[in-house]
């Protein structure tokens, strides 16, 4: 199940309602920071949900904004005061990127999450053996110990799929994902098997973008979109893109409806479910032959 209590879920919120307050008392961001004697990142960061504040801070900001309603006071103040506690994954601080904080918050509150993955299976999808032989190839040294709790932290994440409300999940896979041979195919075939598995749950879809595509508008990378409830009207989507040593959320609708768009072409592109179905299914049956091949001649 999906972790009762979420900062970064708080911040988020907290955030929203500010930016909201700011707008109804018609300030600019540059403005509000000014009268706070804050830098205009300090406020922005805190509207977008990106650091955590303390309470006298949103004291202060909700006299700025002229706010006197006492309930709508004490609501933002305890947000500010939850947004300052530590998630489920603060013991895993010290195998975890910092930068991943953000999104671990983030993923349990969408409520759909697309994925175009050119490399590789994403992690919600990823077996515990299949996490560890992409552990053990980052070109950092990585100590068994730590293999050992990454994988962890990257299985108990997956507890998203099977929590009562689970979010919507698209997944759009490169069909270079089955054919790379992470871990052996051993491993790689449990891994399909597994695909396979979660393809069946009705919240889940998962389609191939096959070679015959040719030339397609994710061939500078991957990406994720999270899709928040429509509440959320200052920020109903972000994109988040990931490289080796830093995560990029995008935000400004321009830029989201660029990427949205390019997965629609994706998902278009892409093989039916019941075809990717019998695509991953075969190439699995391929690998589990390979491995009984293997097995025989070791005897």
């Known amino acids: 199940m999906a972790p009762a209590h979420n900062p970064t879920a708080r911040r988020r919120r907290l955030g929203v309602e500010l930016r909201r307050l700011r707008e109804n008392a018609g300030m600019t961001g540059e403005e509000a920071a ?8 300090k406020l922005s960061r805190i509207e977008r949900g990106q650091v955590a504040t303390n309470s006298d801070d949103v004291r202060d900001l909700l006299e700025l904004y002229g706010v006197d309603d006492p309930a709508l006071r004490q609501t933002l103040v305890m947000l500010a005061r939850e947004s300052r506690r530590r998630g489920w994954w603060h013991v895993y601080g010290d195998v975890m990127p910092e930068r991943f904080e953000v999104y671990l918050g983030l993923e349990p509150e969408a409520t759909m999450l697309r994925f175009f993955q050119a490399q590789i299976v994403p992690g919600l999808f990823q077996t515990a053996e299949y996490a560890e032989a992409l552990m053990q190839a980052h070109p950092a040294p990585v100590s068994d110990d730590e293999v050992k709790r990454r994988t962890e932290l990257r299985i108990r994440r997956q507890e998203l799929l099977f929590s009562e409300s689970p979010p919507h999940i698209w997944a759009l896979l490169d069909e270079s994902v089955l054919y790379r041979p992470i871990g052996g195919p051993q491993v790689m075939a449990a891994q399909l098997r597994h695909l396979l598995e979660i393809h069946e749950r009705s919240h889940v879809t998962i389609q191939i973008v096959p070679f015959n595509a040719g030339a397609h508008s994710g ?13 959320d009207i200052h920020a109903p989507r972000l994109v988040h893109v990931e490289n080796l040593t830093s995560s990029l959320y995008i935000e400004k609708a321009k830029e989201v409806r660029f990427y949205t768009v390019a997965f629609e072409h994706l998902r278009t592109a892409a093989l039916h479910p019941e075809r990717t179905r019998e695509v991953i299914g075969d190439v699995e049956r391929r690998l589990r032959a390979e491995v009984e091949r293997g097995n025989e001649v070791e005897t």
């Open 34 to 41: 000014e009268r706070m004697s804050w830098s205009g990142s």
């Open 219 to 231: 061939l500078n990378g991957s990406f994720d979109i999270l899709e928040f409830p429509e509440s």
